[in-house]
């Protein structure tokens, strides 16, 4: 099993930038497909980034492409989310979660397909 915190979440100016960190502990980050999630409030928890085990495979939600970045630091056991261009409709609690799979190429977009989540980090985009 593995556990999962989030952090670098804050308050920042729109067009700024955050990155997002998530230290996994209990069990390597590799032996996961990873995603990114966040909720805004009042709204259901929505996709944002993947990341397949071996890290070669990446997806993003339409509204993050081009902007967000999704990677990993095997050596520190930890998942990013670079974030550029940040908008106000980016304000959400963001969180880091875990699915097994077996396969090392998938990536995985569905809430319903984690099996292990974080506490979530919030983050607010000032127009």
């Known amino acids: 099993q593995v556990q999962l915190v989030e952090s670098g979440g804050g308050l920042v100016q729109a067009g700024g930038s955050l990155r997002l960190s998530c230290a996994a502990s209990?069990?390597?980050?590799?032996?996961?497909?990873m995603g990114w999630f966040r909720q805004a409030p009042g709204k259901e928890r929505e996709f944002v980034a993947a990341?397949?085990?071996?890290?070669?495979?990446?997806d993003y939600a339409d509204s993050v492409k081009g902007r967000f970045t999704i990677s990993r630091d095997n050596a520190k056991n930890t998942v990013y989310l670079q974030m550029n261009s940040l908008k106000p409709e980016d304000t959400a609690v963001y969180y880091c979660a875990a699915a097994r799979r077996l396969s090392t190429v998938v990536v995985v977009t569905t809430t319903t397909q984690y099996d292990y989540w974080g506490q979530g980090t919030q983050v607010t985009v000032s127009s």
């Open positions: 209990g069990r390597t980050v590799n032996s996961y497909a």
């Open positions: 990341l397949s085990r071996n890290g070669g495979s990446t």
